[in-house]
């Protein structure tokens, strides 16, 4: 219920030197005037003496206010920077449950409220998320572009061009004589335009390679020496290595970084015509596997290997005798020496560093890129049309699918999703 008034404990797990405890609702000052007497100006911070209801003292805080909308939540909000020791932040927590119409928050309400308010967009929230989980310095730099509103101002754009083909086909259609089609070139020329400015942005790097590491995959046939090369990367044995043919069955995942670039590495069964069922699954996933994959290392025969954009044909066991080289291999290793691994590795970063978005640059993720791809064929369907009326149909769901980018249609599940992801108190 928006009409609540939230609270919870904003700063990390106490004990710590400050916490602050945030208030949002109809009823945040109401909660800070019982506690701190008075509340200063809004947008300013003041020295108070925290008191119970019962008057006795809690402790001294910083007490700042901000009033609706001009909040990070859109609502009326009051922050408590107190000492920040475990009693004290219970004291204050608990202080608040006493006044009548507040409840704790959930974990992400205070961002679901800014969200709803209108405060930022679903694509602004997708950021923040990501920023609180960014674990590098890529990481940060990519959801601080989200958060910020890049994708957002982006969208916006869009949606001024689409709005106006929109009203452009829809007065068309009133002015159409019987017996003509009425379709203007210039209006279909105009969707060919930004539908092809959309297909752009979704062939660029996405996101998920950034947070997830950039999947790179040896497969190959069995007993090509793909488990050994995995071992050999990876500095440790992670795999089972034999002789036998059909040794790895499931596949095995190491993550690593290669020159600050994060990589998930995996092994996977060799590929042949498996009788055994147990195989056979393990060869259908290291199908799937190779296909999904960012980078494919291919130790078969070179001239066997799958059609796939980021190939690296790999000759191993090159210590073996007779195995110095083949033709048209991109590069030729031994696990066993280690020949040959270091110049594999470089071959490897810099075809990962193709699938990770630039610095600064926003990547869409999977989310955001369905919605865009959507509309993206409306207007490649608008384009294709012979009828107005169905321009302006396609255009119309183009604008559906904006809206449920920016979050302001049909998202209810998402949002569930993405709040869940907060933490208490953001
Ligand atoms: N001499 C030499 N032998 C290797 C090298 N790499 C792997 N082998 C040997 O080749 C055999 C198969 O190696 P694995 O790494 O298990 O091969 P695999 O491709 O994972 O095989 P499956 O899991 O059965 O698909 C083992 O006996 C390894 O010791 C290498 O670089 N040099
Ligand atoms: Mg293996």
New binding site residues.
């Given amino acids: 219920m928006i009409d609540d008034t939230i609270f919870a404990l904003s700063s990390g797990r106490p004990p710590a030197a400050v916490s602050v405890i945030r208030v949002s609702g109809p009823l945040a000052h109401e909660a800070g005037r019982r506690l701190a007497g008075s509340l200063p100006e809004a947008r300013h911070a003041a020295l108070r003496t925290l008191r119970g209801a019962d008057g006795g003292v809690l402790d001294d805080a910083l007490v700042l206010r901000f009033d609706s909308p001009a909040s990070a939540s859109g609502e009326d909000t009051i922050e408590f920077q107190c000492h920040g020791g475990r009693a004290i932040v219970d004291a204050v927590l608990e202080a608040l449950a006493e006044i009548e119409g507040l409840r704790l928050a959930e974990p992400g309400e205070f961002t679901r409220r800014a969200f709803e308010n209108g405060r930022i967009d679903l694509t602004e929230a997708e950021g923040l998320a990501d920023l609180i989980e960014a674990e590098t310095e890529s990481q940060r730099k990519a959801a601080l572009a989200l958060a910020e509103g890049g994708l957002r101002r982006q969208v916006e754009d869009w949606q001024q061009v689409l709005l106006q083909l929109s009203a452009r086909a829809e007065a068309a259609i009133d002015y159409v004589d019987e017996g003509e089609t009425g379709l203007d070139a210039r209006l279909l020329e105009d969707c060919e335009s930004l539908s092809r400015e959309l297909r752009d942005w979704l062939a660029r790097p996405r996101a998920e390679p950034l947070k997830d590491g950039v999947r790179v995959v040896v497969a ?10 995995v ?2 990367i990876a500095g440790q044995e992670r ?10 069955r499931d596949h095995i995942e190491v993550s690593l970084a290669l020159g600050g670039v994060p990589i998930v590495l995996t ?1 996977t ?2 590929l042949r015509e498996a009788d055994e069922p147990v195989e056979r699954i393990g060869v259908d996933r290291a199908r799937a596997l190779a296909e999904a994959a960012d980078v494919l290392l291919w ?1 078969g025969d070179p001239e066997n290997a799958p059609d796939h954009p980021r190939l690296v044909r790999v000759h ?5 005798p007779g195995r110095a080289s083949v033709p048209n291999a991109s590069t030729a ?5 280690g020949r040959g691994l270091k110049d594999l590795l470089e071959i490897v970063r810099a075809l990962s560093r193709t699938v990770l978005p630039g610095e600064d640059a926003i990547a869409l993720n999977r989310r955001q890129a369905t919605h865009l791809s959507d509309a993206e064929q409306e207007l490649r369907r608008a384009t294709a049309s012979n009828d107005l009326v169905l321009v302006a149909e396609h255009l119309r769901s183009a604008r559906l699918a904006f809206d449920q980018l920016t979050g302001r249609a049909g998202v209810e599940d998402v949002l569930d999703a993405l709040f869940g992801r907060f933490c208490l108190g953001k």
Avoid: E, F
């Avoid at 190959?220 to 090369?229: M, T, V, Y």
């Avoid at 002789?243 to 790895?248: M, S």
């Avoid at 191993?316 to 073996?320: E, H």
């Avoid at 290793?333 to 020496?337: A, P, Q």
């Fill in positions: 190959g046939p069995p007993n090509a020496g793909k488990s050994s090369l071992n050999a795999a089972i290595v034999t002789d036998i043919p059909g040794t790895t092994d069964a060799g130790l191993a066991r090159s210590d073996l290793v031994s696990s066993k020496t």
